[in-house]
């Protein structure tokens, strides 16, 4: 019984940091929970000459055949973060009969179910709890948990980045530029936010939460996909005169085997429980037939929090293998059509400057009643008599997302109005 | 691949309806997850010849030998509730070889450790998901997906109907005896709501919540336990000037090897995560050196809820049964010291009535200092000038328990004053 379990790593960068530090500060305490000690053989590196705290030169290697092919390692943890080369070396681990866990949220979320299945060939186990929510328990939740439950709704913040940002353009009134700026300062921002602000970032995310809530295979690039670049201060304080605030709000929605999956800036009342989560938090919101509604709260980022979610994994595959437990993969997906962003209806937030003249929004209203669009309500802030333009906001009652747009391209046609912002809001 | 996997209960009520509603409702999902098809087969109820919705006649029995005997059935579901003669059911059916789930927090939270060597020895699984917080998934995510943690504190809200209870007294100024009458009103309180209102309930829950999260065994009536019953409409208004509220906080937290574990109606900052959780919700806060703070929150009782928790148990000793993978059933308890009320320290709100006239606050205020416990503030509310008497709060530092209440005796004795309540401060 006293014989190690071996471990590899692709990749020694923040989380790898983060995991070498935790294994060696809880070496004892795991050796117990697992029945036998785990130990840190190899890691793949870009630079093995560039010392690595916890980590001996002769540990370092460049060559990822190293850390695979090594025949004392059971478990491959992968830190590489991005597609090429993550996905060829799960691949390549997976085929070598190593069990493999992931932190990596782009290549599970486009290559999740074909891993899975390699996996499955291979008799070993493919796990991925740090991919989304970072140190918040949820991937194993769903697999697990709730499992029982017919879930149909999901509704999350998992990118820590806008969400600090939001919460900022929020409490202090601040513009987008401002935030940002801001966010790069503190390095909650990469020098390319695109990633983050595009909500690139969550779509992988909430395509890997689908898969597992409701067991139907998404691509990220289905989910509907808006940023949070051309939210502005104003945005900010016409939501809350609605009683709301603003947050990238991640969705997915399975009905009469149709899934809607969307990642967008969105207005949700100050009433929800999401609207509460600010800051660098992320938090999952799960819906189901038996227990209403769960919430999932916590560090959505961060070494030590995404160390602890890679090393719960690690230790169950090691408690696995300590009792001699055979691997069990099994995800069974079921077929679903995925809504495009044309035929899926929300609630939505219109900001738009007109001419202050008599017949503007009429002319408005009009447009939008043509194409079958519902005003819940028309509000006009902060109005001055004799300014040339005024600005106001449209909300509507559930509309679809195509005929809503072909509505608004006739508006921006007009002359005496621009569209400036359109925004889901939460219903 | 299509023999079905066989399912007896001990107990037919509440939570047991839900479980044969779910079954039923979900039974093709359930199949396609688990592999095989789920058959409920013998019930154990009181009364035989009383139908109940989903369950023929045939298949209720009186006798327990009925449903455990049965060589069909490899999982016994126990939802009894209460010690006897549930603890000695449970071991019978673990003895006879079947996988046990249970909702049963007084038998787990008094003899769970023991009842786990007997599931080891005869190679078979006893899960308890239901056990704690309903439906929001607890027991798995510490036992796996925060198992990479060193957890030192967990908080909770973990009794449904005191929460109900303290919500309403907070939210419209309500008296305790009005809140219960509307507690037993809406069906939230028992006939005899002793369990709830003591903390006893709550204190079994947390005992189940430390053996998992300390891998310590703590009995239930180690924990330090204070019910709600003396807390009076002005605790809630003299909390809210210090701008608290007043929950009944279970806390475990483990340091150098002593665990201080209690359950007490606590004042507990706006700002804080769990002073937001109003109503029946239940929500449980762990801390662990990776995770940093995470926060599980949803629904703490109610048939369907508490059945999904049950169905999950279920559905992963299934998933096993239909590959054939052993049962791990691993829980390493270490020692650990647990601290008698007298030696645990914590933050006080301490609220007297005192005769109005000079002095009377210096006399506290000695007896106070004289026993080492440093005074925070002291505050008089609405006091009127020529009243007898005047009602004020003094909040401490860190005080250890047993000196303030030999402090607290000695006031009790003077003429002058009269000490009303003492709630416990979260610091």
Same mark, same amino acid.
Request: charged share 20%; glycine share 12%; proline share 5%.
């Given at each position: 019984m006293s014989e190690a379990i071996g471990i590899g790593m692709l990749g020694a960068g923040n989380v790898g940091g983060g995991v070498v530090e935790a294994l060696q500060q809880g070496a004892e305490r795991y050796a117990a929970r697992v029945g036998r000690p785990l130990e840190l053989r190899r890691a793949l590196v870009r630079d093995a000459s560039r010392p690595r705290p916890g980590l001996a030169t002769e540990q370092l290697t460049t060559d990822v055949d190293d850390v695979i092919g090594d025949p004392g390692t059971q478990i491959v943890i992968e830190l590489l973060g991005g597609e090429d080369p993550a996905r060829e070396y799960i691949e390549r681990a997976l085929r070598a009969g190593r069990h493999v866990v992931t932190a990596n949220k782009e290549v599970i979320a486009k290559y999740g179910a074909e891993l899975l299945a390699v996996a499955s060939r291979h008799n070993v186990r493919l796990l991925y709890e740090a991919s989304v929510g970072g140190g918040i328990p949820i991937v194993q939740p769903l697999r697990r948990d709730l499992l029982a439950n017919d879930v149909h709704t999901v509704t999350a913040i998992i990118n820590g980045t806008t969400n600090f940002m939001l919460t900022a353009m929020a409490q202090d009134g601040a513009d987008y530029e401002d935030v940002l700026a801001e966010?790069?300062?503190? +390095?909650?921002?990469?020098?390319?936010?695109?990633?983050? &602000?595009? !909500? %690139?970032?969550?779509?992988?995310?909430?395509?890997?939460?689908?898969?597992?809530?409701?067991?139907?295979?998404?691509?990220?690039?289905? *989910?509907?996909?808006?940023?949070?670049?051309?939210?502005?201060?104003?945005?900010?304080?016409?939501?809350?005169?609605?009683?709301?605030? %603003?947050?990238?709000?991640?969705?997915? /929605?399975?009905?009469?085997?149709?899934? &809607?999956?969307?990642? /967008?800036?969105?207005? %949700?009342?100050?009433?929800?429980?999401?609207?509460?989560?600010?800051? &660098?938090?992320?938090?999952?919101?799960?819906?189901?037939?038996?227990?209403?509604?769960?919430?999932?709260?916590?560090? +959505?980022?961060?070494? /030590?929090?995404?160390?602890?979610?890679?090393?719960?994994?690690?230790?169950? #595959?090691?408690?696995?293998?300590?009792?001699?437990?055979?691997?069990?993969?099994?995800?069974?997906?079921?077929?679903?059509? *995925?809504r495009a962003p044309d035929d899926h209806e929300s609630r939505y937030y219109i900001r738009m400057t007109g001419?202050?003249?008599?017949?503007?929004?009429?002319?408005?209203?009009?447009?939008?009643?043509?194409?079958?669009?519902?005003?819940?309500? #028309?509000?006009?802030? +902060?109005?001055?008599?004799?300014?040339?333009?005024?600005?106001? &906001?449209?909300?509507?009652?559930?509309?679809?997302? !195509? /005929?809503?747009r072909t509505a608004l391209e006739q508006i921006d046609g007009f002359d005496e109005v621009v569209v400036g912002n359109v925004l889901a809001m939460a219903s």
């Open positions: 966010a790069h300062r503190l +390095g909650y921002a990469e020098p390319d936010p695109t990633d983050d &602000v595009e !909500g %690139i970032d969550a779509s992988y995310k909430l395509a890997i939460l689908c898969g597992l809530a409701f067991h139907v295979a998404i691509a990220p690039d289905e *989910v509907i996909r808006q940023g949070i670049t051309t939210l502005t201060a104003s945005d900010f304080t016409y939501a809350a005169e609605l009683g709301h605030t %603003i947050k990238l709000l991640a969705t997915g /929605r399975l009905s009469d085997g149709e899934l &809607v999956a969307s990642v /967008r800036p969105t207005l %949700i009342g100050y009433g929800e429980p999401l609207a509460k989560v600010d800051g &660098v938090l992320n938090a999952v919101q799960v819906e189901g037939d038996l227990v209403g509604r769960v919430l999932f709260e916590g560090p +959505g980022a961060g070494p /030590r929090p995404t160390a602890g979610a890679v090393l719960a994994d690690v230790l169950d #595959v090691a408690r696995d293998l300590v009792v001699g437990r055979e691997p069990l993969n099994q995800i069974t997906y079921t077929a679903a059509t *995925v001419a202050n003249q008599p017949g503007v929004l009429a002319k408005v209203a009009t447009a939008l009643g043509e194409h079958g669009i519902n005003i819940a309500s #028309v509000i006009q802030f +902060g109005m001055e008599e004799d300014a040339p333009t005024e600005e106001f &906001v449209i909300t509507t009652y559930l509309a679809n997302g !195509g /005929r809503l």
